[in-house]
């Protein structure tokens, strides 16, 4: 039985050099051109998060995670392959920061919560919840085109935040996230069926919305960056025919202040927050506070 990291609201293996003056703080501060481009477009490209050294740390858990993980049950969810279609695979697991300690530690890298923070407005940073996507080579599986923020209603208001980084070179071959620009604009859209058919988001979409996707971006990243996106902004990502692998992890996060909409576990295994009442405690610690 694995110990469960979440009853530890810092860094457990100090994979993270963690700033000890406000100079240090600012190395990791985005510009203000970034920040406008995150709002106009509703994502943020090419952060750099993670070096070769913790990326090696970070793959090696995946691994083990990914072909020694399926009867942990620490993990919120656990799929093996969420893919509704047989020719692929999307392996897809929710809950990771409980189980090593790499993958916990990564909430408190200084480059991810301080540019959350600012894509927040300058708001205190409180964790939702972590996922990994493994697209295996030759095979792997689409993700369709959605919000994010459309499977996550049962917490008010909108104020959260997406951070998808890359441990592989993510590129157009092996399945990145591309991006509608300026969705993040259009409101709340039904939700489509994650792993199913990439484009069954537009039986939901006016014709000029449609329109909006011959301006959609990919975004290729390089192992190591990361991309953040507002949970609204429309995204998704084919599939993997290249011979290589295309494995990433991801941060969700919210403004402190984020309350439960619901009566039901707001995750499998974590006790009820009721309608209402703050999001915090355990399983959602305050990241980051400001400095
Ligand atoms: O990894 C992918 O292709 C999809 C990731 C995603 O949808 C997300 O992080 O919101």
């Given at each position: 039985m694995h110990e469960d990291l979440s009853k530890f609201h810092q860094q457990v293996a100090n994979l993270f050099p963690w700033p000890t003056t406000a100079k240090e703080w600012d190395q990791y501060r985005l510009t203000n051109d970034q920040v406008n481009f995150f709002n106009e477009n509703g994502y943020l490209p090419g952060i750099k998060m993670i070096n070769e050294n913790q990326l090696e740390i970070l793959r090696e858990e995946l691994f083990q995670l990914i072909n020694n993980g399926r009867d942990n049950s620490l993990f919120y969810e656990y799929n093996s392959n969420e893919s509704t279609d047989p020719k692929t695979i999307l392996f897809h697991a929710l809950g990771e920061w409980r189980i090593t300690k790499g993958?916990?530690?990564?909430?408190?890298?200084?480059?991810?919560?301080?540019?959350?923070?600012?894509?927040?407005?300058?708001?205190?940073?409180?964790?939702?919840?972590?996922?990994?996507?493994?697209?295996?080579?030759?095979?792997?599986?689409?993700?369709?085109?959605?919000?994010?923020?459309?499977?996550?209603?049962?917490?008010?208001?909108?104020?959260?935040?997406?951070?998808?980084?890359?441990?592989?070179?993510?590129?157009?071959?092996?399945?990145?996230?591309?991006?509608?620009?300026?969705?993040?604009?259009?409101?709340?859209?039904?939700?489509?069926?994650?792993?199913?058919?990439?484009?069954?988001?537009?039986?939901?979409?006016?014709?000029?919305?449609?329109?909006?996707?011959?301006?959609?971006?990919?975004?290729?990243?390089?192992?190591?960056?990361?991309?953040?996106?507002?949970?609204?902004?429309?995204?998704?990502?084919?599939?993997?025919?290249?011979?290589?692998?295309?494995?990433?992890?991801?941060?969700?996060?919210?403004?402190?202040?984020?309350?439960?909409?619901?009566?039901?576990?707001?995750?499998a295994g974590v006790p009820v927050v009721p309608k209402g009442q703050k999001m915090e405690g355990q399983f959602f610690p305050l990241l980051f506070n400001g400095i």
């Open positions: 993958l916990h530690d990564v909430l408190w890298n200084p480059a991810f919560i301080i540019a959350a923070s600012q894509l927040l407005g300058d708001k205190p940073v409180r964790f939702w919840h972590d996922q990994i996507f493994y697209k295996p080579a030759k095979q792997g599986g689409v993700v369709a085109w959605h919000q994010d923020y459309s499977y996550w209603t049962r917490t008010k208001p909108i104020a959260h935040i997406t951070c998808w980084c890359a441990l592989d070179d993510a590129t157009e071959e092996n399945g990145c996230l591309q991006y509608i620009p300026g969705s993040h604009k259009w409101g709340l859209l039904p939700k489509p069926v994650i792993a199913g058919d990439l484009h069954g988001i537009r039986e939901f979409l006016s014709e000029e919305q449609k329109k909006q996707f011959d301006n959609a971006q990919f975004a290729p990243l390089k192992a190591g960056e990361a991309i953040f996106h507002h949970s609204l902004t429309l995204h998704g990502s084919g599939e993997n025919k290249s011979s290589r692998p295309r494995r990433a992890f991801v941060i969700n996060a919210f403004a402190d202040g984020v309350v439960s909409d619901s009566n039901e576990p707001l995750l």
